[in-house]
Structures are given as C-alpha cells and as structure tokens.
C-alpha cells in the first residue's frame, strides 16, 4: 500500500489517542535505537506499546514511516505554545534534527536514504515525517512569530521555508560539509539576518 492510499485508510475509524500514539512512538524509538532499523516491525511496536495494530497503521502507514517519525520523536523538536522568541524556537528545532541524524541509527538511515530510489517507501517516508513536517512546523512558528508582530509576513513564505530547511537536508544527504551544531546555528543567525526590518526600497522576503 502506498502512503497515498493509506492516508485514506487511516482516516477511517475512531482516532487514535495522542497517548497511544506517544507510547507507538516511543517503543519505536526505544527498537530503533536498541537494536537498529531492521528489527522495526509493526508487530514489534505493537508488542513493546501494547497500541493495538490498528491503531498504530492509523498514524504511520507502514513500519519505515514509523521509523522516520520516532527518529524524530526522539529530541524535543517542537517549540513550547507559548514561545516568543523565534529565533531561540528555530535553532532549538534545527538543533533536534541535527542531533537526531548525528545518532548512530540517524547516520545509518542517512546512508541508506542517499542510496534510495526516489520513489520507494524509505524517501517517501523521509519526505513526509521529515522534512515536510519540520517546515510546517516552521511555518507555524514563522506565522506566530508574523501574528505577535515580532517580525514582518513574509512575502514569499515557501522560498523562505526552503532557505531554511533546504541547505540542512541537502548536507545530509551529500555529506559534502560537516552537519553540526554550528551549522545549524548559522541558518538560524541567516535567517534572522533576512527577516529584519528593510527600507521600503529593499522590499520583502
């Protein structure tokens, strides 16, 4: 079944808890750093979470998504509620997704990404848990921020999403430089540089 199709599926039925899918994600993680990709299985998951299968392939359409979202789930990559400050709330995330490939397992699914096909189940699953949702959660924060007043709305608000994200994946998968801490830092530091007040004939981002 292709993650396609088993979006409809999964919007079938009662929804699963957030705490099923905390504990899912959780045992996930637990496999994944435990004893290493190919042992994450559904059944797995199932087994160590006591989630009901059903439940779980109502959140992550196959055991490589999971995969993906538990890596993530493992550092706290989502600002709090209430913060204001966007540029601590985007280092903080940038941080997390460094931090979380720089993992041992991290590193192996990198490796193995930048072997994949484009379309197998692996990328598709990069894309969607990934580096789809780390920019719709820059994209939350960048709108708050927007809302609060703290910065100007951006123009372009996908180029600047790409500006931001693009450069970090891009040394993932290439491995031409180093992807670190600092690194992470200095797209923060660069983005910020972008969104500061501009005379009215510089224009916008």
């Given at each position: 079944?292709?993650?396609?199709?088993?979006a409809?599926?999964?919007?079938?039925?009662?929804p699963?808890?957030?705490?099923?899918?905390?504990r899912?994600?959780?045992?996930?993680y637990?496999i994944?750093?435990e004893e290493?990709?190919?042992?994450?299985?559904?059944?797995?998951?199932?087994a160590?979470?006591?989630?009901?299968?059903?439940?779980?392939?109502r959140?992550w359409?196959n055991?490589i998504?999971?995969a993906?979202?538990?890596?993530?789930?493992?550092?706290?990559m989502?600002?709090k509620?209430?913060?204001?400050d966007?540029?601590?709330?985007?280092?903080?995330?940038l941080r997390?997704?460094?931090?979380?490939f720089?993992s041992?397992?991290?590193r192996q699914i990198?490796?193995?990404?930048?072997?994949a096909?484009?379309?197998?189940?692996m990328?598709?699953?990069?894309r969607?848990?990934?580096?789809?949702?780390?920019r719709?959660?820059g994209?939350?924060?960048l709108?708050?921020?927007a809302?609060?007043?703290?910065?100007?709305?951006?123009?372009?608000?996908e180029?600047?999403?790409d500006m931001i994200y693009?450069?970090?994946?891009y040394?993932l998968l290439?491995r031409h430089q180093p992807l670190?801490i600092?690194f992470?830092d200095?797209l923060?530091?660069?983005?910020?540089?972008?969104?500061?007040?501009?005379?009215?004939?510089?224009?916008?981002?």
């Amino acid at each position: 079944m292709s993650q396609e199709q088993s979006a409809t599926t999964r919007s079938r039925g009662r929804p699963p808890s957030r705490a099923a899918r905390r504990r899912a994600l959780q045992a996930a993680y637990d496999i994944l750093m435990e004893e290493g990709f190919g042992r994450l299985t559904m059944e797995a998951v199932a087994a160590r979470s006591g989630v009901g299968k059903p439940t779980i392939y109502r959140n992550w359409s196959n055991a490589i998504e999971l995969a993906m979202a538990a890596l993530m789930a493992g550092k706290p990559m989502e600002a709090k509620d209430d913060e204001r400050d966007l540029e601590a709330a985007l280092r903080a995330q940038l941080r997390a997704l460094v931090q979380a490939f720089a993992s041992t397992r991290g590193r192996q699914i990198a490796m193995t990404l930048a072997a994949a096909d484009p379309e197998s189940e692996m990328t598709k699953a990069f894309r969607n848990q990934v580096i789809l949702s780390s920019r719709e959660e820059g994209r939350r924060l960048l709108e708050q921020a927007a809302a609060g007043g703290g910065i100007g709305k951006p123009e372009n608000i996908e180029v600047l999403l790409d500006m931001i994200y693009g450069p970090l994946f891009y040394r993932l998968l290439v491995r031409h430089q180093p992807l670190d801490i600092a690194f992470a830092d200095a797209l923060v530091s660069r983005t910020m540089k972008l969104l500061e007040p501009k005379s009215p004939d510089d224009g916008n981002v």
